[in-house]
């Protein structure tokens, strides 16, 4: 088992934090989130734009909640971190967390810029734990399936092809930021 504490109770760290509940292997210990009703448990204000947007109170009975994220990652009971902040705010706390020791999973994309992707990874290749981007679609079934047929050329070799992936804008962050394009980076760096 695992102790994993999880920074930004937003969308993302909503469906993070409902997939670690449900894991045998993860243990929830602490969550970190400068909004303190949804410390309290209170996740009714979260939206989304995949999904449920069914959200209603949690009981975090046993979770240690921090304001402050770096309380979080120097709290010596967190194992892994799991960060679900906007993409302004991921190399600040990736780095801090892979200097503390801790294994991270850090929400997609991994950085805002280049320059902040390479301080990241430096910082991972360093560290004594695991790091990873939550890149998820390569894990979805049908990625894995089309990726296996392209590479056996089960149906030839492969000469074109169109995907389309497509969702409603993402209105539902904190402050916007998925439309600040100095936070986020706009959809090139969002979308996969």
């Known amino acids: 088992m695992i102790n994993v504490g999880l920074i930004g109770i937003g969308f ?8 670690h509940k449900n894991n045998k ?7 970190a989130d400068y909004n303190e009703t949804k410390l309290a448990g209170d996740w009714r204000s979260i939206g989304g734009n ?9 009981d975090l009975t046993g979770i240690k909640t921090y304001v402050d994220p770096m309380d979080l990652i120097n709290d010596p ?3 892994m971190v799991d960060i679900c902040l906007p993409t302004d705010l991921h190399s600040k706390y990736a780095v801090a967390a892979l200097k503390a020791g801790k294994h991270v ?7 805002r810029n280049a320059k902040q992707a390479k301080t990241i990874a430096d910082a991972a290749a360093k560290a ?3 790091f990873m ?10 990625y894995e399936v089309a990726f296996e047929m392209i590479k056996s050329k089960k149906y030839g070799k492969l000469r074109e092809v169109f995907l389309k992936r ?15 394009g100095k936070r986020s980076g706009g959809a090139i760096l969002d979308l996969h």
């Open 105 to 111: 999973f850090l929400e997609k994309p991994m950085a």
């Open 166 to 180: 497509t969702s409603t804008m993402p209105l539902s962050g904190d402050k916007n930021w998925f439309m600040d």
């Open 25 to 31: 292997k993860v243990k929830m210990v602490a969550l």
């Open 12 to 19: 993302m760290g909503h469906t993070h934090y409902q997939i």
């Open 50 to 58: 995949l999904g449920s947007s069914e959200r209603g109170k949690e």
């Open 128 to 130: 004594k734990g695991y």
């Open 77 to 79: 009971n967190v194992q």
């Open 133 to 142: 981007v939550g890149h998820c679609i390569r894990f979805w079934p049908e």
